[in-house]
């Protein structure tokens, strides 16, 4: 460690410097912010707006190194599948050593790639060659179906290792690799979307709504993005403007008033049914996407529903079929997943150092 890093790490009082950088509608939010050690408690530092990762690493950015730049990407850029794979152990009442940890620890990691790299090449349009593992990381363990934090030392038939993995285009990887340079172990690039999913809504169907388009991922024994749809909250503002002859823009004051109720029990009623008809083609659409991909049984339920808009948010309540997530800190969820799991670091370690040379971001 350089004298000027131990520098820093003392002034900091057992805290690290995290930069969260966020895929936004308008180009990248990059937040600046404080993680506690002892009892990761976050502590935002400063915010501020990039028109592209090009001015990550700038000079007026990086006048110091950070301990962590986590990169949260949109669905089109990253593919994040968290998932579990089981090997079978060829002496199931000998007790397992580092050495046999490894080499069980090399087949599941290899037969997680063989299964999701197709997956991940048709979700991001490109050729499985042209793939790339940005990170790489186990999350839990189970040996004969109990938890466990460290299998060394135990027997067992069989043992799972539970993994989350991001791909993306080899072209994405110039500018990561100058970002890489300016945090200590590398950028952590995850799928915003599916990060957000895997911590509020598991098992079931999250739906993430922005301005323009719906994604959706499911959560169970294999965790991510699924589909998109054409529908965003940005459609009702536009159906708002429609109505009253007036920009989308502007719909915008007219939903403040609505949900003050400073209008008349008229244009109350209006401006309900004009909700209610959105709501209804969102819905719709869910359940033809969910057909799709052959999710017909969680059509009518474990669907949980985040809008990118706490205006919008704010109009709707949770139902039997659909659960609105009411504002909750998607910052938070981006910032503090790596902390989750830390007992698992020893089996990381072995997981780094047997996938290096298959993650070229994470090689310091």
């Not at 990761?40 to 006048?63: C, E, M, S, W």
């Not at 474990?302 to 109009?315: C, H, R, W």
């Not at 909750?328 to 698992?344: A, E, K, M």
Request: aromatic residues 10%; charged residues 25%; glycine residues 6%.
């Amino acid at each position: 460690m350089s004298v000027v890093r131990m520098i820093q790490k003392v002034l900091r009082n057992g805290k690290e410097r995290i930069f969260l950088v966020e895929e936004v509608e308008s180009g990248y939010e990059g937040t600046i912010c404080y993680v506690s050690k002892i009892d990761q408690t976050l502590t935002v530092h400063k915010t501020k707006q990039l028109k592209a990762l090009g001015d990550i690493y700038k000079p007026n950015i990086f006048r110091t190194s950070f301990d962590r730049i986590i990169l949260a990407l949109h669905t089109k850029h990253v593919a994040t599948i968290e998932s579990s794979i089981s090997v079978p152990r060829v002496h199931p009442d000998v007790l397992i050593t580092e050495g046999e940890l490894d080499g069980l620890l090399f087949h599941a990691l290899w037969s997680f790639l063989n299964k999701f790299r197709p997956l991940a090449a048709k979700k991001l349009n490109t050729a499985e060659l042209d793939l790339v593992i940005a990170n790489i990381a186990i999350f839990g363990v189970k040996l004969q179906g109990h938890t466990v934090f460290n299998p060394l030392d135990f027997s067992g038939k069989e043992i799972e290792f539970f993994f989350r993995v991001s791909f993306i285009s080899r072209s994405l990887l110039l500018p990561l690799e100058k970002i890489a340079k300016q945090s200590h172990t590398g950028p952590i690039v995850v799928e915003r979307g599916a990060i957000f999913a895997g911590s509020i809504a598991k098992p079931g169907i999250l739906f993430v709504v922005d301005k323009t388009n719906t994604s959706w991922y499911e959560m169970g024994n294999e965790c991510g993005f699924r589909e998109s749809f054409h529908w965003g909250f940005g459609d009702i503002y536009n159906a708002l403007g429609n109505t009253f002859g007036v920009s989308s823009h502007y719909s915008t004051r007219i939903i403040n008033k609505f949900s003050s109720h400073r209008i008349s029990l008229r244009i109350q009623n209006i401006i309900e049914k004009v909700i209610r008809d959105e709501y209804k083609k969102f819905k719709e659409q869910a359940d033809i996407s969910l057909k799709s991909e052959h999710h017909e049984l969680l059509r009518g339920e474990g669907k949980t529903v985040y809008f990118e808009d706490a205006l919008i948010s704010s109009l709707f309540v949770s139902d039997e079929r659909y659960r609105i997530l009411d504002n909750p800190s998607l910052l938070s969820s981006l910032v503090l997943f790596p902390y989750i799991h830390p007992q698992y670091e020893y089996l990381n370690q072995l997981l780094r150092r047997r996938a290096k040379w298959l993650v070229p971001l994470n090689n310091k």
